[in-house]
Nanobody
Framework: QAQLVESGGGLAQAGGSLRLSCEAS????????MGWFRQASGKEREFVAA????????YYADSVKGRFTISRDNPKNTLYLQMNSLKPEDTARYYC???????????????????WGQGTPVTVSS
């Protein structure tokens, strides 16, 4: 059974850092583009970052560009999100997802997002 499990969330102060991890199992991780999304309370889920299968190219939402870095370790079946210079508006539940195509992640094409994790909460205090 395909599964994604996020970890690393928690409480941080504004200006601080957190590193999220997303461990994959039950499917061939290296065959999928991967992405991070977030959903704040009372708001719609939004795209954060995505990375191609081999990890050589990534795409970011404007709101996190220059502060967040997505990466992956295919032998370890793990996706990461390094979050620096955190802001209170980064407070949300963060999810990872897998898709065949990068654009499916960037566009949040629900029908083509094949695996989702349960999310990990991030709270940034001012």
């Amino acid at each position: 059974q395909a599964q994604l499990v996020e970890s690393g969330g928690g409480l941080a102060q504004a200006g601080g850092s957190l590193r999220l991890s997303c461990e994959a199992s039950g499917f061939t991780f290296s065959n999928y583009a991967m992405g991070w999304f977030r959903q704040a309370s009372g708001k719609e889920r939004e795209f954060v970052a995505a990375i191609i299968r081999g990890g050589g190219s990534a795409y970011y939402a404007d709101s996190v560009k220059g502060r967040f870095t997505i990466s992956r370790d295919n032998p370890k079946n793990t996706l990461y999100l390094q979050m620096n210079s955190l802001k209170p508006e980064d407070t949300a539940r963060y999810y990872c997802a897998a898709a065949q195509k990068l654009h499916s992640l960037v566009r949040i094409d629900e029908g083509n997002l094949e695996v989702w994790g349960q999310g990990t909460p991030v709270t940034v205090s001012s």
